[in-house]
């Protein structure tokens, strides 16, 4: 659906629209919220905040425009709030590190969006074999590489190093094409 498009749209599509944006970009601002404040347990307290802001306020948002930052923005007003409560508590990052932090995390929003989609493109270029590995070992994070070998009838150093082969085959082929786009900073 386009919802930059002039016909109206009803509140369950916005509504939808919202959604489905939030739950591109909710790894992305967990992740964001961690590294302002360097703990996932008060990152998932801000997070429970946040959304219930984002949810308050959904109707704020102007679709067409960048999502990240507006949600950026209010993630880092809860991020004050709940650092303002917890000054108490012990030791903190200056409120100007917590900015450039933040200021950071922003920018490189869409680097990381970029090589997410860079490693789609090289997961598709491997040999079927490697790609079938690498499904197998990461599917499921409770199994381990000795599982994932003896499930092949292999040696679990083998498969450890093929990993090891396929990991660098795909960062080289996402640093080729982020630099042949001009975005790899």
């Known amino acids: 659906m386009d919802i930059g498009s002039t016909r109206a749209i009803s509140d369950h599509e ?7 944006l939030f739950a591109q970009h909710d790894r992305w601002l967990f ?24 949810w308050r306020e959904h109707e704020t948002f102007e ?6 930052k507006w949600v950026s923005v209010i993630a880092h007003h809860q991020v004050q709030r709940f650092r303002r409560q917890e000054r108490r508590s012990g030791p903190q990052l200056s409120e100007a590190a917590v900015d450039l932090l933040a200021a950071d995390a922003v920018d490189r929003a869409d680097l990381l ?18 790609r079938q590995l690498v499904r197998t070992c990461y599917s499921d994070s409770r199994q381990s590489f000795k599982t994932v070998a003896e499930k ?5 150093n083998t498969v450890y190093k093929a990993l090891g082969r ?16 001009g975005l790899n900073r």
């Open 14 to 20: 916005r509504r939808d629209a919202f959604a489905r």
């Open 31 to 54: 992740a964001y919220l961690v590294s302002l404040l360097g703990s996932s347990a008060h990152a998932e307290e801000v997070f429970q905040e946040v959304c219930v802001v984002l």
């Open 63 to 68: 679709f067409g425009t960048n999502f990240v």
């Open 113 to 130: 969006e970029y090589r997410r989609d860079a490693l789609r493109s090289c997961l598709e270029k491997l040999p079927a074999k490697d």
């Open 152 to 156: 092949l009838g292999q040696p679990v």
């Open 166 to 181: 396929i990991r660098k085959s795909l960062y080289d082929c996402i640093e080729r094409t982020l630099s042949v786009e």
